[in-house]
Structures are given as structure tokens and as C-alpha cells.
């Protein structure tokens, strides 16, 4: 096990004017699970690669514990990497697969089967090591592939997207043994996702790229709770954070006909940037009905912004509302999680205020994070 080390690590594909990851510096402690996220093109599987062998690295270094590994070949890097597709020989049984690289290193059989043995016990496969991988189910071939790099006992786990191929139902149930998998080896994991909610529900600490630079880079709850700039609020969070533009005003800012406190210091580094507006970030979880719903148009406004609902999703314990309210003369869409007891009805108009210390504001210009 060791550390990871991305210093001002960068790839420019041939032909390229831009790089894919651009000067990317990240600090990977023993034993930690890190997770690469963000939208196709990110350059997340790149740095990925970058780190495996599989990429060239154009400038900075990449280290994997004392060790520089910039230009070694992967075979020298001493990581297991576990891919999308799975990767398995069609013509082995699962303990071949498995074994396969220790019997290419020249391990001895004995220790080979007892390394196998052992993976699979942990992986709850061992009624399957005399199957072929066509007699596997695909999340059973996922833990094969688990089980083969496991069994090579690396200093680092790669993982690209390996959930990718299951459906809803096994993706929850395999990251769940992932991450306590990982947790019970202690090895140091890099793991690639486009999937915010894996990333959120996996990893100890989550880096957001875009565009190939780094947007932000802590733990699950601290990105929630405080993301960095508008790219990141809008990413992370299912459903995704309600952004809007707003004027400020005397104590705040204007939210529909109600004037909603924000912090002086957020107020001050608008102004220093000659911003008139903020933008504002509301969870769905973080509003407040300021009237239950009513039908049609209300006659006596209540507080807030008025939200006419256009879909509602019934999830049990609660809902989620879909609608559309007017900021500036124009339709926004807003998202608002309300009681699964009080679920309004398409059509309806809901009064929703943003609920108090619950906002994040950020610069329409530069779009950084201004509150605190």
C-alpha cells in the first residue's frame, strides 16, 4: 500500500491544442478511497490512465509512495486495475481468471490457489471458481474481476466506471461491497465514475474535474454542504441544486417578493466585483412551503416565489416537484422536495421561500463560491 501523488501532472493529446488534464495536483493518502468524478470528457479516465501506464504524461510527475512512476511501464508500477468491461477470458474458469496474472508472474501453484482461495472467500465466490464466465450473472463477473486484481495484493486499486455494465438494483448492491471491500484491504483506491451518487455514496474524499482541471476536491459532505463554485453545485446532488439569479437589495437579496438574508461578507466580495446580482443555490430539501399548495392562482401572494408545478415524482416517504417560477421576467425551473403525505398536483402553484442559513451564493461572473 502506498501513497498518490498527481503533481502538476498534464496530458496533451497529439493534434491537440488543449489539454486533456491540465496541471493536475492531487494528494492521495495510504489507504484511501478517491474518487475521480465528473461529466464525459472530464479528462477523469485520462488521469486515470495517466496514473495505470496506459497514458503518456506530457509535464509534471506522477509518484506512487517515494517512488517517481512518471515514465515506468504499467508492469513496473506494482496497481491492479479493474475495467468497465470486466476483461475475462471466455475459455478459463473463474479460479484460471483470477490466477491468471499470478501464473504469468510465475507465482507457484500452491500459493496461486491459496491467494485465489482466499479472494474469492472474500468475495463470496467460491461455489463459482469451476464456472466459466458465461455461467455468471454481471455482477458475479464484477467480482471476478475484483477478485483478480485483489489477489495480485497491488500498492494501488484503479477502478474505470466497473458498475457501468449493471442494472439500478445490482450498481447500489455492488458499490456497497466495493466500498466495504476496500475499506477491510486498506488499499489505497482511485475510482472512476460519471455517477455523482457513486461518488458521494463511496468515496472518503471526491475530486470534481472539468474540462481537465480540477474544480474541487474533499469529502462527500463538505462538497455538499459547501461547493466551491457554481459547476460544482450544479453537479453535485441528485436532484441537482436550484441556481438563480437574483438582485441584490437592502439586508440580502430579492427571492420572488421576499427579501432573503445572506451574509454581509458574501454581499461585500459581490460588490468588490462589481456584481448587481448573486447567484443563489437552493437545495430541493432546503425550501420551505410558505402556503402548503393551492389551486390555480392564488389571490393574496404569500411569501416567496411561486412555483407552478409541471411533474411530480412520488418516492414514498417523500416527493420531488418539478415546476417553473419567474425571476427577472424569466422561467426558471426549480426542483422542491416536499412531504410523500402532502404531494401537490400538476397544475398547482406552490409559494416555496428558501429556509434560512441554507443558501449558497455565488459571483454571476466568475462564478466562485462568495458565502461562507
Known sequence: MATVTFDNATRIYPNSD???VDKLNIEIADGEFLVLVGPSGCGKSTSLRM??????????????????????????????????????????????????????????KADIRKRVEEAAKILDLTEYLGRKPKALSGGQRQRVAMGRAIVREPQVFLMDEPLSN????????????IAGLQRRLGTTTVYVTHDQVEAMTMGDRVAVLKGGVLQQIDSPRNMYDRPANLFVAGFIGSP??????????????????????VSREALAAAADKGDRTVTVGVRPEH??????YAQGVVGNEPAGVAVTVNVVEELGADGYVYGTAEFGGEQKDLVVRVGGRQVPMKGDVLHVVPRAGETHVFSPSSGERLSD
Open 51 to 108: 496514473l495505470a501506464g496506459l497514458e503518456d504524461v506530457n509535464g509534471g510527475a506522477i509518484r506512487i509512495g517515494d517512488r517517481d512512476v512518471t515514465h515506468l511501464p504499467p508492469k513496473d508500477r506494482d496497481i491492479a486495475m479493474v475495467f468497465q468491461n470486466y476483461a475475462l477470458y471466455p475459455h478459463m474458469t473463474v479460479a484460471d481468471n483470477m490466477g491468471f496474472a499470478l501464473k504469468i508472474a510465475g507465482v507457484n
Open 287 to 292: 425550501f420551505d412551503l410558505a402556503n402548503g
Open 18 to 20: 488543449r489539454a486533456a
Open 240 to 261: 441537482a441544486m436550484n441556481l438563480v439569479e437574483v438582485p441584490i437589495t437592502d439586508g440580502g437579496v430579492m427571492f420572488g417578493n421576499s427579501i432573503v438574508n
Open 166 to 177: 449493471l442494472d439500478a438494483k445490482l450498481r447500489v448492491q455492488t458499490r456497497t461491497q
